[in-house]
């Protein structure tokens, strides 16, 4: 496929930090966080969203798959939100030993039965910016768990920060919770301002983010 669109900043040495940004959004929504990190940083637009091409195929593996593809570096940091997130995770699966540290921003884990109480409009309901037919596949697959993400978990050793929105999020808490406890090393902090920490919260986001990403090697 054709590459994702991206947005570089940063002093260009050292494993890069990538980020992804939830449903219906873009990599823009990462310009204030990135102007603040001391790092090499790429933001890119998922398939179907913003410069990125409308392939069709939006399953989290697919997404994966071509964030792997845009990312020519053997070593890199990853940050996700939400939809991004989930791709992450994924992307930690699919090439455990490219990724060294995760960020997920208040991610919705697979739930633990299929979800059949949410419809999708045919059509949006407003005008978007982004290929509609990514919200048809994300909440299929929301829909139909796979149980082969969840069981996962537990395989994934990249040093993990879970960043929680707390009861104004309209994510499961405690379903995240016990994600982040099935994997080795992963670390859940709440900001309890929604589930859009880092656009409600940035300096908040910054503060906790910042420093883990900017962190020596041990």
Do not use: C, N
């Amino acid at each position: 496929m054709d590459t994702l669109g991206r947005t570089t900043g940063g002093p260009d040495d050292g494993p890069p930090v990538v980020l992804l940004h939830a449903l219906g959004s873009s990599k823009d929504t990462w310009t204030r966080f990135t102007a603040a990190l001391p790092r090499h940083t790429i933001a890119l637009d998922l398939p179907g969203h913003g410069t990125s091409p409308h392939t069709g195929d939006y399953t989290f593996t697919a997404m994966a798959d071509a964030v792997l593809a845009a990312v020519d570096e053997d070593r890199f940091d990853l940050v996700g939100h939400s939809l991004g997130g989930a791709v992450a995770m994924h992307v930690v699966m699919r090439d455990p030993a490219r990724v060294r540290r995760l960020v997920v921003e208040d991610i919705a884990p697979p739930p633990h039965e299929p979800v059949t109480d949410y419809e999708v409009p045919a059509e949006p309901p407003e005008p978007v910016d982004f290929d509609w037919a990514v919200v048809h596949a994300i909440k299929r697959l929301i829909r139909t768990p796979d149980p082969a993400w969840w069981a996962a978990l537990d395989r994934i050793t990249a040093e993990t920060l879970w960043l929680a929105g707390g009861r104004e999020s309209h994510v499961d808490q405690d379903r995240l919770r016990d994600a982040a406890a099935r994997m080795p090393s992963a670390t859940v902090v709440e900001i309890p301002v929604g589930h859009r920490i880092h656009s409600v919260a940035p300096d908040e986001f910054a503060a906790v983010a910042g420093p883990f990403l900017t962190r020596a090697e041990p």
